[in-house]
């Protein structure tokens, strides 16, 4: 927050480094932690809600892919750390290409991909992967990778899409390169914060700011916010602490329009745990993975955590 906050004393910086380098450095400082430490922390059940979210959503999509061909090339366009990795395994892909702007996440990423395949069994099946540096919003990705042109049949942007709509080209130059190389029938699948949902808040609130004591989200002023370049920095314990920017998502939709691309659905995350829960799997998961059941009544729930709070957060998030 320090460094990004424009009251700072030294707010030109962000101006002279730009906001995906500030992103990036934030990103490389972030220091990986273990399970005990995870377990403990305030954020766990969100975490892991979110988590599960992403494998419903990226097993969803490989299974669609599955039923028309058996080889799956993936793209995961700001891979970070390699948080997903264990899911494309599951999946059975045949070949990944990670990329993220931050360097060390990548090299991190990639060591993680390196410790998994060390760990299979024989026989046992392991994509092939490559991992990338670039700044997906102002690099054409399709130039660094070695996988022949419109071959991708997934490229899946967890959390990340939001960092694009600084500017329109920014935002233009990420679809190209989520989009560009996706073979027909192909599928651009993501998550990003729900811009009408934040915007609600802020205007429910008296200041420039809301949130709790996990999270909080600040914009520079209430009743404006133009299509590229609605800046808000966004802190969460733990994980994040950076300047993000609102999707307008029927803009986005037009925008993907112009990459030859369809809107198959868009949900909240409410109504795709509301729809998702319903399948037996899916609840098997969610109770593998330790997330909460957010959207369930508090005693309805085996799985709640014993410390209330954690709880409130999750859902209020
Ligand atoms: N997708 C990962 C996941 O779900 O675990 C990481 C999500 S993390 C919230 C956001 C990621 O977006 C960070 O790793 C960050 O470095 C990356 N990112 C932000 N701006 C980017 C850009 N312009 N190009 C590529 N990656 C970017």
């Known amino acids: 927050k320090r460094k990004l906050d424009p009251e700072d004393e030294a707010p030109r910086k962000i101006h002279e480094i730009g906001h995906g380098q500030a992103v990036a450095a934030h990103y490389n400082e972030l220091q990986e932690v273990g399970l005990e430490k995870r377990s403990q922390s305030r954020i766990f059940y969100l975490r892991n809600f979110n988590n599960w979210t992403k494998s419903v959503l990226i097993g969803e999509f490989i299974d669609r892919v599955r039923r028309k061909k ?12 390699g948080g997903d990795l264990l899911k494309w395994k599951k999946g059975r892909i045949k070949k990944l290409v990670c990329t993220d702007i931050a360097d060390i996440s990548v090299q991190q990423c990639k060591q993680r991909y390196e410790d998994m395949k060390a760990r299979c069994r024989y026989n046992e099946h392991i994509f092939d992967a490559e991992f990338i540096q670039a700044d997906s919003t102002k690099d054409l990705l399709s130039s660094k990778y070695n996988v022949p042109h419109t071959c991708f049949d997934i490229c899946s942007c967890q959390f990340v899409y939001h960092y694009s709509f600084e500017t329109y080209e920014q935002a233009d130059m990420m679809l190209k390169n989520a989009c560009g190389n996706l073979s027909p029938g192909g599928y651009f699948i993501g998550t990003t914060p729900n811009s009408f949902e934040l915007v609600k808040r802020l205007e429910a609130s008296e200041t420039n700011s809301f949130g709790n004591d996990v999270y909080s989200v600040k914009f520079e002023k209430k009743g404006e916010y133009p299509l590229f370049g609605c800046k808000y920095d966004f802190h969460l314990e733990e994980v994040v602490d950076v300047p993000e920017f609102l999707v307008y998502f029927p803009l986005l939709e037009q925008m993907a329009k112009k990459h030859g ?44 955590s014993d410390k209330p709070d954690d709880y409130e957060h999750a859902k209020e998030f």
């Open 261 to 304: 691309m369809k809107l198959v659905y868009k949900m909240t995350f409410r109504e795709f745990y509301e729809e998702k829960i319903k399948n037996e799997e899916h609840k098997m998961l969610l109770r593998r993975m330790q997330a909460l059941e957010p959207y369930s009544t508090f005693g309805d729930s085996k799985l709640v």
């Open 70 to 81: 058996s080889d799956i090339t993936v793209l995961d366009l700001g891979c970070g750390k």
